[in-house]
């Protein structure tokens, strides 16, 4: 309530300042331009997804961040560590 108050916002925990969930209730609460909104964009994000995975070069979990650089630029390397058990890489 706090937060909310902070920024002029009506606040959305319910009388015993839990959030809506399905278990304490309030879910009526939550805009159903909200949900509509979430709906449309996990559903164009997955759809984009469904499309990546068709191409040819496609390897499942490589979404192209490597922000520590440890991905092999190497095409044997690479096969090496995506085959490799998880215990065994450092």
Do not use: F
Not at 3 to 10: D, M, N, Q, T, Y
Not at 30 to 49: D, F, M
Not at 54 to 62: R, T
């Amino acid at each position: 309530r706090k937060r909310a108050s902070v920024i002029e916002l009506p606040s959305d925990l319910n009388a015993s300042d839990r959030v809506p969930s399905l278990r304490s209730g309030g879910l009526e609460q939550v805009s159903p331009i909200y949900w509509a909104l979430v709906s449309v964009v996990s559903a164009a994000l997955e759809l984009a997804k469904m499309q990546q995975t068709k191409e040819d070069d496609y390897v499942p979990g490589d979404d192209g961040c490597d922000p520590l650089g440890r991905y092999p630029h190497d095409a044997k390397d690479r096969k090496n560590m995506t085959r490799a058990p998880l215990h065994d890489r450092h």
